[in-house]
């Protein structure tokens, strides 16, 4: 599976930001899809992921400020951020588990919040 993230950009503090994740193949069966980020001198760390029955967990640093969302009919996971902050910052990736349990991830897409 290859995944092709986008929708990254500089922002202001409070601005928004959807990013996109578009896979090479249908995600209906993907067991979960995720969104991660990894800011410069810290370890990647979970943002937020859904299930492929609709199930969400978010980061407790975005929760409230973020939506995961799966569109099955484009194969596509995006994520909604609201009200950023600079601590967003990050390089944020796309994950995809399968059912057998393989994992796979993008390429990252550069947010930057500026204050």
């Known amino acids: 599976v290859q995944l092709q993230a986008s929708g990254g950009g500089l922002v202001q503090a409070g601005g928004s930001l959807r990013l996109s994740c578009a896979a090479s193949?249908?995600?209906?069966?993907?067991?979960?899809m995720g969104w991660y980020r990894q800011a410069p001198g810290k370890q990647r760390e979970l943002v937020a992921r859904?299930?492929?029955?609709?199930?969400?967990r978010y980061a407790d640093s975005v929760e409230g400020r973020s939506t995961i969302s799966r569109d099955n009919a484009r194969d596509t996971v995006y994520l909604q951020m609201n009200s950023l902050r600079p601590e967003d910052t990050a390089v944020y990736y796309c994950?995809?588990?399968?059912?057998?349990?393989?994992?796979?991830w993008g390429q990252g897409t550069q947010v930057t919040v500026s204050s």
């Open positions: 994950r995809a588990i399968l059912s057998d349990g393989r994992l796979y």
């Open positions: 193949r249908s995600i209906f069966s993907i067991t979960s």
């Open positions: 859904i299930s492929n029955s609709g199930v969400t």
